[in-house]
C-alpha cells in the first residue's frame, strides 16, 4: 500500500464499478434458476430426452416421478445452494478471509462426526454402546445428527474461541475443533468399519434423496436466516474497515458477530443435514459475486444465496444427465463448476 | 532282484520323491508369480473370503493371523486380529512369521510387507468365475488341487438348491439389491447379480452399467423392482426417501438382511452358495421382516 | 469543542509495559504525538479512542470517561483512522465514507438526506468526490486515504484520532493532509500520531512519547519543544530555522 502506485488491476474488467452489474447479475442468476429448473424437470434417469420427457408426463408414474422426485429434487438442489452461498458469504465477511467457506468453524467437522456415531451405534460392532443409546440414536435418524453435530461443532468453536470476541480466535479454534472432530470420527470408524461406507457418502454430499419434507424445512430455514442476515449486513460492510475501525463506529460487534455466527450456523447445519458435505459451493459462490458486481454486503449475501443455488442446481442437473441412468457425485460437478469458473478468472486477472 | 529291477525302482522312487518336491508355480490377480517349494504351514488373511476359502479348503489350522473383518467359520475369531487393509498392523504381521499373506489386490500394506521380505498372494473376486479361480489358486497353492473343486462343486449345488426352491410365480421378477444407500446397486455383472441370475430374477441394473452403478433413485424408482433386497437398516429408511414408498408398497418381496447375514450376502467367496440358499428362503417367505 | 485528555494511563502486554502513567491534556487544535518506534503512540491512540480499556487510569472526554459513553454516543463524538491497510476493498468510496453515519442512524435505519449530504460535504472536504464510484480497492494509496478520512469526517465528529494519516503517502499527498488537518483544527480537536516530523511541526502542539512515558508537550514553535525532540530521538535529527520556520533535518554526522 505505498504511495501512489498505479492502482491494482483486481477485477477483469478495468474502469469505474459499475452499479447496473449488480441489477444485471439478479436478472442472470433468475433467469439461470428458471430455465435449470426447467431442465430440472426434464432430465430425469433417461438424461437428456425431449422425447422420454414427453412420454414421462403421459405415463401413470407422471406425478411420481416428476412430483415426488424430480421437482422437489430441483427445488431441494437450490435451496441446498442457497444456504450454503447465504452461509459462505457470511463465513467470508465475518472472518474477513476471500478463501473462508462456510464449514469452517467446526461445522462440517460436528456433522461428520455425529453421523459417524449414528451410523457406528447402528451397526454390527456397537458393543461399545449401550442397547438403549443405540436405539435412541436409531430413532434420531442421520439428518437429525447431522444438524444437531453441525450446531454442535460451532457451540464448540465459540466456547474454544470464548465468545465471538476476536476473529482470529474464532478462526483458529474453528481448524482446532475440525480437526479434533475429523480425528475422533477417524477413531470411531476404526472401532466400527461398518459405519466407514456411510460417512464416505455423507462425506461426498448427495442430492438425490431430496424430498417435499426437506424443501419444507429448507425453505423456512432460508427464509428465517436469509432476511435477518440482511439486515445485519452493514456490520459486515464496518468490518471491512478493520476490527477496530468498525469499533469504533459504535457497533456491538461481540453480540452482532453471535448473531452471525448463529446464523452461519443454522443455514450450514440445515443444509449439510439434508445433502451432505457439498464442497465448494459455500466458497465459491460469494467469490464470484464479489468479482463480477462488488457491493455492500446486503447484496452480496442475497446475490450469493442466489449464485450458490444456480450453482448447485447446474451440478445437480449435470450429476444426472451426464451418465444416466447412473448419476456422478454432486461435489464433485460443483468443484468442477465454480472452481472451473474461477481459475479462468484468475487467469483472465494474470492476462489483463 | 535284478540289477535292471533295482536301478527301475530306484528311479521310479527319485522321480516320485521329486515330484512330492515339485516347485507349484502360481500366478496371482496382479500377474506376480509365486513359487511355492513347499506348501506354506503359516498363513495370514487379510481378506475375509480369502479366510473363508482357506478353510473351506481344510486348512483353517495353517492360519496364524487373520484381519478384522474376517469372522468366519467361528475358530478365527480367535487368532490375532491384525487390522484392516489401510491399517494392517504391520509389525504384528511381521512377527507372526507368516510364509504366506493373502491381501486384495489393492492394499496399501502390500509393498511394505513385500519389502519386508514377506510373500504375498493379492487375489480379487468380482464374478463367480474369479471366485473359482481364487479357490482353484489357493487350493494349488495350499497342495490340495482336488478340493477346490469339491468346493466350487458344492456352491453350485447349493444354487442349484436354491434355484429350485424360488416360488414359480416369481421367476423373471425385477430384482433391485441395494449395496449401499448413495444408492449403488448389485448390478447384474457382479457376483451378487450373478447369483440373482440364477435364481431367476432379472436385475434392473444391466450388465452395461458395470458392477456397482450409483444410479439415480428416480431410476429405481421407474424401474419399479418387484423384489428389493437390503439391509436391514437401509429398508427401513427407504420409505422416507421421495416416491419410494410407492415404489415399495408395489414390491412382491422385501428382504432385509440385519449386519450379520448381510455380510454373507456381500462377501465373494466360498459361502456364495448358503447366500444363494439365504435369499431364496427370503423369497419363499412373503414379507420376510 | 471538546477537550479529551488522558490519567495516569498504564497498559501493557504481559511483562512488557507499554504505556506507563501517561498524562496529558489534548486541547481542541491539532496535537501532533511522536515519538520512537515502539514508544506507543498507537496505543495512546487506541486508549483515547475507547479502543483498549487501560489497566489503569482514564482517558476522559469533557471530563466524563471515554469508556463510560455508550458506544454508539462514544462513536459520535470521537473519530477514529486506523493506519492504512487494513480496508479491505470492496465497497465503493462513497459506501465507505457512509459507514461513517452508522453512528446517527445505526445498523437498522436506512440513511436520510441529513446523512447523505454529510458524507458529500466530508467528500468535499477531502477532495475524493471524483472517484466516489470507484472500489476502495481500485484507488491507489493517497486516494484511498483521502476516501477513509473523509469516512471519518462524515461521522461529525468533534474529536479525530488519526493513527499515521501520513505515513506511505508521497508529498504531494502527505502536504494536502497535513492542510487538512490545519483547518480543521480550527473546529476540531485533532490528534495524530506522525512518524513524520516535519508535518508534526506543522501542528499547534507536540506531544513526544519514548519507551512509554511522555517526555514532553509543548507547543510546536518552542524551542524548548525542538530541543526535546533532538534529544528524544538521541540527536540522530536538527532543527533548523529555514525560511522563517523550523525544519527537520537528519543529522548524518557524528559518530557512525
Known sequence: MNGDRAPAASLPFEGRTDRSRRARLLVVLAAAAAALTICGLVVGSQGWSWSAWVSDLAGDQAGLIVGQIRLPRTLGAMLVGGLLGLGGAIAQGLLRNPLADPYLLGSAAGAALAVVVVLAAASSGADWVGSTTAAWLGQLGLVMAAFVGALGGVLLTLALARGAQHTLRLLLAGVVVGVLMGALGDLVTTVAPDALRGKQAFVLGSTGFLGWGSVGLMAFGLAVALPVAVRYARCLDALTLGEDSAASLGLDLPRVRLLLVALLALATGLAVSQAGLVAFVGLVAPHLVKRYAPAPHGYTLVASAATGAVLLLAADVLARGLVAPQELPVGVLTAVLGGGYLLWLLNRRALG | ?289 | ?256
Open chain 3, 1 to 256: 469543542m471538546s477537550t479529551l485528555s488522558a490519567h495516569e494511563l498504564m497498559f501493557g502486554y504481559g511483562p512488557r509495559q507499554v504505556l506507563d502513567r501517561v498524562s496529558c491534556a489534548l486541547d481542541p487544535g491539532w496535537t501532533a504525538i511522536v515519538g520512537p518506534n515502539g514508544a506507543g503512540k498507537s496505543t495512546l491512540l487506541r486508549l483515547l479512542a475507547g479502543l483498549l480499556r487501560p489497566q489503569q487510569g482514564t482517558a476522559r472526554l469533557d471530563g466524563e470517561a471515554v469508556l463510560a459513553l455508550a458506544a454508539r454516543e462514544r462513536a459520535r463524538r470521537i473519530a477514529w483512522l486506523a493506519q492504512q491497510g487494513e480496508a479491505t476493498g470492496e465497497l465503493d468510496a462513497r459506501e465507505t465514507v457512509q459507514l461513517g453515519r452508522l453512528a446517527h442512524h445505526g445498523l437498522f435505519a436506512a440513511p436520510t438526506a441529513v446523512d447523505d449530504a454529510a458524507v458529500d460535504a466530508a467528500m468535499q472536504a477531502t477532495e475524493c468526490s471524483a472517484w466516489q464510484y470507484r472500489r476502495l480497492g481500485e484507488l491507489s494509496g493517497g486516494e484511498r486515504q483521502r476516501v477513509l478520512l473523509a469516512r471519518v469526517l462524515a461521522t461529525e465528529a468533534r474529536v479525530l484520532l488519526l493513527d499515521e494519516p501520513t505515513t506511505h503517502l508521497d508529498p504531494p499527498h502527505q502536504v494536502a493532509v497535513a492542510r487538512l488537518m490545519r483547518r480543521l483544527a480550527s473546529t476540531h480537536t485533532v490528534v495524530s500520531v506522525l512518524h513524520d516530523l516535519p508535518l508534526a511541526l506543522l501542528a499547534d502542539r507536540v506531544l513526544i512519547l519514548r519507551d512509554g512515558r511522555m517526555c514532553w508537550q509543548g507547543r510546536s514553535d518552542d524551542p524548548s519543544t525542538h530541543a526535546a525532540l533532538v534529544d528524544a530521538f538521541d540527536g540522530a535529527i536538527r532543527i533548523e530555522q529555514f525560511g522563517g520556520r523550523a525544519q527537520v533535518v537528519p543529522d548524518v554526522s557524528g559518530p557512525a
Open chain 2, 1 to 289: 532282484m535284478t540289477r535292471r529291477a533295482w536301478l527301475a525302482c530306484l528311479c521310479a522312487a527319485l522321480a516320485t520323491g521329486a515330484a512330492a518336491q515339485a516347485e507349484v508355480v502360481v500366478r496371482d490377480d496382479r500377474g506376480v508369480e509365486q513359487r511355492f517349494d513347499t506348501p506354506p504351514r503359516r498363513i495370514v488373511s487379510l481378506l475375509p473370503s480369502a479366510t473363508e476359502s482357506v478353510c473351506a479348503l481344510g486348512a483353517c489350522a495353517r492360519l496364524v493371523g487373520v484381519d478384522r473383518y474376517s469372522n468366519h467359520p467361528a475358530g478365527v475369531l480367535s487368532l490375532p486380529r491384525l487390522g484392516g487393509l489401510d491399517d494392517a498392523q504391520v509389525e504384528r504381521i511381521v512377527a507372526l512369521g507368516p510364509d504366506l499373506v493373502l491381501a486384495a489386490k489393492s492394499a496399501r500394506v502390500s509393498d511394505r510387507l513385500e519389502a519386508l521380505g514377506l510373500r504375498l498372494v493379492m487375489l480379487e473376486s468380482d464374478s463367480h468365475a474369479d471366485v473359482r479361480r481364487s479357490l482353484q489358486l489357493l487350493a494349488k497353492v495350499l497342495g490340495v488341487p482336488q478340493e477346490a473343486e469339491r468346493v466350487w462343486a458344492r456352491i453350485q449345488r447349493q444354487i442349484d438348491d436354491a434355484a429350485a426352491r424360488v416360488p414359480a410365480e416369481l421367476r423373471g421378477s425385477r430384482v433391485y439389491f441395494e449395496v449401499s444407500s448413495s444408492p449403488h446397486a448389485a448390478g447384474a455383472s457382479s457376483f451378487i447379480g450373478e447369483t440373482l441370475a440364477r435364481l431367476g430374477l432379472v436385475n434392473i441394473a444391466p450388465s452395461a452399467m458395470g458392477p456397482f452403478p450409483k444410479l439415480n433413485p428416480e431410476f429405481v424408482v421407474r424401474s419399479r423392482p418387484e423384489i428389493v433386497i437390503a439391509s436391514q437398516r437401509e429398508l427401513q429408511s427407504m420409505a422416507g426417501r421421495p416416491g419410494w414408498q410407492a415404489l415399495l408398497d408395489a414390491t412382491l418381496r422385501r428382504c432385509a438382511f440385519p449386519t450379520e447375514h448381510y455380510d454373507l450376502l456381500v462377501r465373494p467367496g466360498p459361502r456364495m452358495g448358503e447366500a444363494a440358499l439365504a435369499l431364496a428362503d427370503c423369497l419363499v417367505h412373503p414379507r420376510a421382516p
